[in-house]
């Protein structure tokens, strides 16, 4: 799952780039990786130009400069918005990196199970959510252990900087392409056929909270999580927005929690002290205090 993630070329040509195109370029990285920590290398320019293409014909522009300028009004924040999920799109499946959801359920939510049926708090965070095939697997892995989650304080929240993927998500509908990666048990006792596919039960609704958040702007939760699935979102960011960040996940997780990063992401060495590895991309944290991060990443 992904809060941002790169989109394919798209089959049409993308405008040539002139000593202009390259000049609009980068005035559009530079917001990108302001607004949304996004990194957008000078070989991408062609793709990024042609996605924006589309854009522009959807308001009715035929001039990038044009659409440079509408960029930096300052009245023009909805439109910086949808340059963002212009730029990004959402790769995602139900049990993606399926080892996750095996670390998850034998080793981590029995302990946690017991802690609720106690009468504690469990929480766990799947940021960068996408269309929802990560909350809902969590949810069903989550239905497993304890089919009684939702009479106890047991939540999970997922987050996006896309409110488009997030009404999707919240939907709960997906194709047949979309959830044939399910088992046919798991599909028959957490999905029923509605008119537009397939519709998440009731019971796995009823454990998510779907909030729109950039990871890179001010964080509202207050309370910490068990559990969190940060998954091939960060290998967008720069080195720099990447240390904000593992900071401020060692700070958001309980103590003992756990952190699951995408299959190609690490955490750099500068904070190696604040996890200890406990299996493929799986960390947990440690107790070291991580040092304050200056700006709109801090902790709040």
């Known amino acids: 799952m992904t809060q941002a993630t790169a989109r394919a070329p798209d089959a049409e ?3 040539k780039m002139g000593a202009t195109e390259a000049e609009h370029f980068r005035t559009i990285a530079q917001i990108a990786h302001r607004d949304a920590g996004l990194v957008l290398p000078q070989d991408k320019a062609p793709m990024v130009l042609a996605r924006i293409a589309k854009r522009m ?9 044009q659409y440079c300028k509408l960029l930096a009004d300052p009245d023009a924040a909805a439109e910086r918005h949808e340059l963002i999920f212009v730029l990004t799109t959402n790769v995602t499946s ?3 990196e399926a080892h996750h959801f095996e670390t998850l359920r034998e080793q981590l939510l029995p302990d946690l199970v017991e802690t609720a049926r106690k ?4 929480r766990l965070w ?10 809902y697997s969590l949810a069903m892995i989550l239905l497993d252990l304890m089919p009684d989650a939702a009479r106890h304080d047991v939540r999970i929240l997922a987050t996006d900087i896309d409110p488009y993927v997030l009404r999707t998500a919240r939907e709960g509908v997906y194709s ?10 798991r599909r028959a006792q957490h999905f ?6 397939h519709s998440a039960s009731p019971a796995l609704r009823d454990l998510i909270s779907f909030r729109e958040l950039n990871l890179i702007g001010s964080w509202p939760m207050r309370g910490t999580f068990d559990v969190i699935f940060c998954r091939n979102v960060v290998i967008y960011f720069d080195r720099e927005t990447q240390s904000r960040l ?3 996940l060692h700070a958001a997780l309980s103590p003992g929690g756990h952190l699951f990063l995408g299959h190609s992401e690490r955490i750099d060495a500068r904070h190696a002290e604040l996890f200890t590895t406990v299996g493929t991309t799986t960390y947990r944290k440690s107790e070291r205090t991580a040092k304050p991060q200056k700006g709109p990443a801090q902790w709040p």
């Open 119 to 122: 009468g504690g708090k469990v």
């Open 57 to 65: 014909r959807s308001l009715g522009m035929r001039d990038l400069a």
């Open 246 to 248: 593992w900071s401020r």
């Open 176 to 185: 047949d392409t979309q959830i044939d990666s399910l088992p046919g048990n």
């Open 94 to 96: 139900f049990m993606r």
């Open 192 to 197: 029923h056929a509605s008119p537009l596919g």
């Open 126 to 135: 799947s940021a960068g959510c996408s269309s929802g095939q990560e909350p």
């Open 13 to 15: 040509p993308p405008p």
